[in-house]
């Protein structure tokens, strides 16, 4: 598997970060050209900001581009933790503010709503996702896939039922939605973000053998083929 892995490895993020905006724009380009449309799925967290900095002052056609989110935590918008501030504040300005962003949770709504809700947004949006963005904790969990999780299985699978499942992690302090393995693993192109000494272990250790539920990284590392790349940075 280790052997089949695309891989672009920069100094530190100052220097990864332009190269991923650019590798980014292009494959929406492409998608625009083909069919008129582009999907960018994105996830949150701190890692992703210079990113997000550099792919907003990227010249395409934004107003053909649909952006929306990997994961979310069940909080209000407004909330500091919440991926859609993120998104609005770093990578929705320059030329991205033309872009269209669907939110995918809305913390105002009971569970049940909310992930009937964010289910209908995301099958309007223009799938399979061009290109789907992703980053990994400490403890190999991306999205909101995360290890020991109740209904791992189903949202890790790329021929899960739903595009958007419930997660509850053990040591989460939200429940969150994810989007299932039925959209992230179908991606015309996956780009996984690491930064950090840390990150480089511990993606080190999913490339080994083991479960995907004890690593879940180890799902798109093993089911998105030739469609994955991975971005990383020996520091942050």
């Known amino acids: 598997m280790a052997n089949d892995l695309q891989r672009r490895d920069f ?4 220097a990864l970060a332009p190269s991923f905006a650019a590798w980014t724009a292009e494959r929406l380009r492409a998608a625009i050209a083909e069919r008129g449309a582009a999907l960018l799925v994105v ?15 990227e010249a ?14 069940r909080v ?6 919440s991926n859609a501030r993120l998104v609005r504040a770093a990578l929705l300005r320059n030329r991205a503010t033309a872009a269209a962003f669907t939110p995918l ?13 964010a289910s209908a947004r995301l099958a309007s949006l223009p799938l399979p996702a061009d ?15 995360f290890p020991g999780a109740q209904g791992l299985r189903e949202a890790m699978d790329p021929g ?7 997660i509850e992690a053990p040591d989460a302090p939200e429940p969150r939605l994810t989007l299932t393995g039925r959209v992230i693993l179908r991606a015309r192109a996956i780009a996984l973000l690491i930064e950090g000494e840390d990150k ?6 999913a490339l080994a053998d083991g479960p995907a539920e004890a690593m879940p990284i180890r799902a798109v590392l093993r089911g998105a083929c030739d469609r994955l790349t991975i971005f990383a940075a020996g520091s942050a």
């Not at 890692?47 to 002052?57: D, G, I, M, N, Q």
């Not at 899960?160 to 499942?165: D, F, H, I, M, Q």
């Open 160 to 166: 899960a039922r739903n595009l958007v499942a419930p």
């Open 43 to 57: 996830s949150g967290g701190k890692t992703p900001e210079r990113f997000f900095a550099a792919l907003s002052a």
């Open 200 to 205: 480089l272990a511990t993606l080190a250790e």
């Open 131 to 145: 290109v789907v963005v992703l980053g990994m904790g400490d403890d190999g969990h991306t999205a909101s896939w």
């Open 60 to 73: 395409l056609d934004w107003t053909r581009v649909a952006v929306t989110l990997a994961d979310e935590r």
């Open 105 to 117: 949770a809305d913390a105002r709504l009971a569970p049940d709503q909310e992930l009937a809700a």
């Open 76 to 81: 209000p918008d407004l909330s500091p933790r």
């Open 11 to 14: 100094a530190d993020g100052e």
